[in-house]
């Protein structure tokens, strides 16, 4: 069997194969935690946790959820954003060979009944500023435990008396509306219980996490991931980039989405490395954060880096503590990157995931030689091709445009309640991802386009990512988007969203005369608007679908 040739492109520390520990994923954490239990695990707004504080932690809530009921193989959600309560109840639900389920806080409440429903979910653990969203839902659903926190819980002092009087006063945000019954908990009444946590036998092919699918694409589905998987996707990420304890990550990817649990919470603590949390995204936050917690790797989506390269802040921060700065979970305009790389003097080293593999499984190489605008190479035990579009049969050449499938020990066991449609994503132990891609003669692949995303105009085929590709090369754009549209002789029509960069101005026409120099007559928008802001999902990738829908829903009310 020949070599594959993305095997000659690893740095020369990273092993083509790797040995998996053959365990739970909290079993793993813990051994890693009790080897620096005095490190700082956490940090957030000021507030730190050692890891010994926090598997104390961890262990203490796992007895109180125990003790009201929680058992192994239950569906505990999940429904916060990044703070130190999201760290502990997913490893206090992990402990007890439960299933974690990340859940979208910005979820409203026909989401939340859908994917309770659809999962059988036991228990949650929200916000208190969700309650009031939490207990409409449960005037439907049947949850067996409900536990409530602030995040003045884990704030330093001042802060923690500060925050509870400014969030009183702002008008903007809910009130907690927190019922008192038998079935309601306080996250702290729950630790104050110091229940005995059970011993229990935990099956590494078990379901550790239930992450639905962010409905870029569609209907949100069930993406089933077992201890297995995480692991193996944890350790690969530490032998691409020889992760180790006294690495620190800046973690501002939403922790219950694959690409912020995987990368910003699982690897570095597992490996003892400290995280230090942002429960959103601020790029003059960000930056500061940076400048002062000295992370050594950050991991973003595109949209952030337009934000960070945009932000006044960045001329006044130091970023050199960074060795690694990770980018994916969509292509990277490279006038972005140029532009970040030279304001920072950082690199962005662009990779690829999808939450059905975990997240990551491909990156460029750290040390060696790059290959910006593709996604790099496969990690480890990670194999790759290109196959046809039409029958995901047949492997395309080098240099030809198809699908993207993969395999390897980080694949998901499969949907939610959906054996047909798990079928015709996993084929032969072959996960079929919906991504268009082109792999070169080194094992490099540049992704085109999503499948469902393709146009076709006038016979042509058409990928809106390589429209995208232009609009930003147009010094007043700072975001744009391109989609296909029905037309009635051509097939379809492109019409782009741009928002424009602060300070400048450019009108539809210009854009779109910008386009005829530098695009196909086919490719050329036919509509341009300038908005104020894009539609983006809760880890700031762009929400395609969600335009079009926005574009039929207005055809449809001029019929």
Known sequence: MAEFPWLRRYDPEVPRHLDYPSTDLYSLMAQSAAKVPRKIALSFLGKELTFRQLFSLAE??????????????????????????????YLAVLRLGATAMLMNPLNVERELIFKFQDSGAKAVIALDLLSQRVSNVRKQIDLDLVVYTGLQDFLPFPKNLLYPIKRALDKSLPKPLIGRDKATWSFKGLLALKAQAPQVQIDPESMAALIYSGGTTGISKGIMLSHRALIA?????????????????????????????????????????????????????????????????FAGVPTMFIALKESPEIDK?????????????????????????????????????????????????????????????PF???????????????EMPTGEAGEIVLRGPDLMTGYLNQPELTARTIRDGW????DIGVMDADGFITIVDRKKDLVIVSGFNVFPSEIDEVL????????????????PTKGEFIKAFVVLK??????????????????????????????????????????????????????????
């Open 431 to 434: 996960l079929f991802t919906g």
């Open 380 to 394: 480890p035990d990670v194999e790759w091709r290109i196959m046809d579009l039409d029958t995901g049969t047949k």
């Open 60 to 89: 203490e809530l796992a007895g109180g959820l125990a003790a009201r009921g929680v058992e192994p193989g239950h569906r505990v959600a999940l429904l916060m954003p990044n703070c130190p309560q999201f760290v502990i109840s």
């Open 317 to 377: 921060c130091d970023l050199k503590s960074l060795r690694g700065i990770f980018v994916g979970a969509a292509p990277l305009p490279q006038a972005v990157q140029q532009e970040f790389e030279k304001r920072t003097g950082a690199q962005l080293i662009e990779g690829y995931g999808l939450t059905e593999a975990v997240t990551a499984i491909s990156c460029n190489p750290l040390r060696g030689p790059k290959k910006p605008g593709t996604i790099g190479i």
């Open 502 to 559: 602060k300070g400048q101005s450019a009108t539809p026409e210009e854009i779109k005369a910008f386009c005829k120099e530098n695009l196909s007559a086919y490719m050329v928008p036919r509509e341009v608007e300038i908005r104020a802001e894009l539609p983006k999902s809760m880890i700031g990738k762009v929400l395609r679908r969600s335009l079009r829908e926005e574009e039929e829903a207005k055809w449809a009310t001029q019929e």
């Open 472 to 487: 930003h090369q147009h010094p007043a754009v700072a975001e744009a988007v391109a989609v296909g549209l029905p037309h």
């Open 233 to 297: 996707n944890l350790t690969q990420a530490h032998a691409w980039v020889n992760m180790d304890q006294d690495d620190s990550l800046l973690a501002v990817l939403p922790l219950f989405h694959g690409f912020g649990m995987s990368v910003c919470m699982n690897a570095p603590l597992a490996q003892g490395g400290t995280v230090t949390l942002l429960p959103r995204f601020e790029a003059g936050e960000v930056l500061k954060t940076i400048d002062k917690a000295r992370p050594s790797i």
